[in-house]
């Protein structure tokens, strides 16, 4: 059976809407996900620069909780387990409190994964998996299977990897 | 630079003997250490009867904050960093509260060990390295590299691996 690792934030979960909601409460913003998504290089990187100098509440308790699931992860991810073995590895030990909340929420979004399933690390280049399903490039770039680049506003100028833009092109490239 | 992963528990940190500790505080008992080292099968099978139904100190909040460190584990460690890539791996994600008094232990013990190369996860066998330092023969068994099998009281009846009987039998098989 192969083996599938799939990132959680900006992969399973729709972490940079609630990163904007945030940053938008903090700056007295108007950013939005859409505007990021079609902004110019310029636009974004001002984003960005923003977002790091106003980002401290990642290390607060509570941000990792309620995040948005994105649509048809549950789903996909659930049709995924049949044909393959799948492992969530998320980058989450920059993070103390991120761990225990990100825990709950995969109990509450996708009860059908268990602990034994799930990698909170730091690099990910020590992963042993077939496909490596995640938005940054460093995590992609050392990856030793298949990496495909799941589309989000920090990724689009990227161009080596095979993309997907949501689940259910995942559901088109491994599951048909 | 080949790459070797670490387990904490019980190889790091002397995780058996505040499981003694507590499981005496909890049914007025005198195990030890040293006396389960040299129990019969009997004994130690009557010891983890007694362990299993009383140790739900471990998904509580505290237990992995202070566990001692096992003796030469920070010199021979950072001596290993010299020459190979480093990363902890611990099966901790059956235990949501022990990730952040993991992460905090290991910044009070291992400060030159960053979150980079924490891996907190289940199942171990998704993880590529050149060996594996770990007390349970689940974890090395499924293990693509050199298993090396860390002493403690719970696997002195297994000898399928090499075994390493302390941080000092480490040093001399991998920094000779």
Not at 53 to 63: D, I, R, T, V, Y
Not at 110 to 120: C, D, L
């Amino acid at each position: 059976m192969k083996r599938i690792a799939i990132d959680m934030d900006d992969v399973m979960a729709d972490t940079s809407f609630k990163i904007i909601q945030y940053i938008n409460e903090r700056v007295n913003g108007v950013y939005s996900y859409e505007g990021l998504m079609t902004a110019s290089d310029v636009e974004k990187k001002a984003f960005y620069e923003v977002y790091v100098a106003n980002n401290k509440f990642l290390w607060e308790p509570g941000f990792f909780e309620d995040i948005p699931v994105k649509p048809n992860a549950v789903d996909v991810i659930q049709a995924l387990m049949g044909k393959y073995e799948v492992f969530i590895v998320s980058a989450a030990t920059e993070f103390p409190n991120s761990m225990k909340e990100k825990l709950q929420w995969m109990q509450q979004h996708f009860p059908f994964i268990g602990w034994q399933h799930i990698v909170f690390c730091g690099h990910k280049h020590m992963i042993s998996a077939d496909y490596l399903i995640d938005d940054h490039e460093k995590n992609l770039k050392t990856f030793t299977g298949t990496p495909l680049l799941f589309t989000a506003p920090h990724n689009l100028h990227i161009h080596d990897y095979e993309r997907v833009n949501s689940w259910l092109d995942v559901q088109s490239r491994l599951l048909v």
